[in-house]
Nanobody
Framework: QVQLVESGGGLVQAGGSLRLSCAVS????????MGWFRQAPGKEREFVAI????????HYADSVKGRFTISRDNAKNTVDLQMNSLKPEDTAVYYC????????????????WGQGTQVTVSS
């Protein structure tokens, strides 16, 4: 069994910071990459950031590049998303997910998903 559990969401003012964490457990040996996605009300789920399972490679959506940083903590088996300079348009439910299909950003190529954590940025 694989479990992904997100934490760290909350309410923050525009310009502030939040750090999301995704605790990963179970049969992770086949994972190629971990991703963060988000879904705002009335919108489709969209890619935010990805990190290879080794941690060597990362990639970001243009909308968050330079503001968000994805990282892995191998000792704790977590994948974190540091979010700085937050904007109201970053408001969404944030999900972490695991891919066995390579270093990919399409949601349909991710096999395992967490339950999500709400991030709300007030103006």
């Amino acid at each position: 069994q694989v479990q992904l559990v997100e934490s760290g969401g909350g309410l923050v003012q525009a310009g502030g910071s939040l750090r999301l964490s995704c605790a990963v457990s179970g049969r992770t040996f086949s994972f190629d990459a971990m991703g963060w996605f988000r879904q705002a009300p009335g919108k489709e789920r969209e890619f935010v950031a990805i990190i290879s399972w080794s941690g060597a490679n990362t990639h970001y959506a243009d909308s968050v590049k330079g503001r968000f940083t994805i990282s892995r903590d191998n000792a704790k088996n977590t994948v974190d998303l540091q979010m700085n300079s937050l904007k109201p348009e970053d408001t969404a439910v944030y999900y972490c997910a695991a891919s066995r299909m390579g270093f990919v950003i399409r949601t349909e190529l991710y096999d395992y998903w967490g339950q999500g954590t709400q991030v709300t940025v007030s103006s």
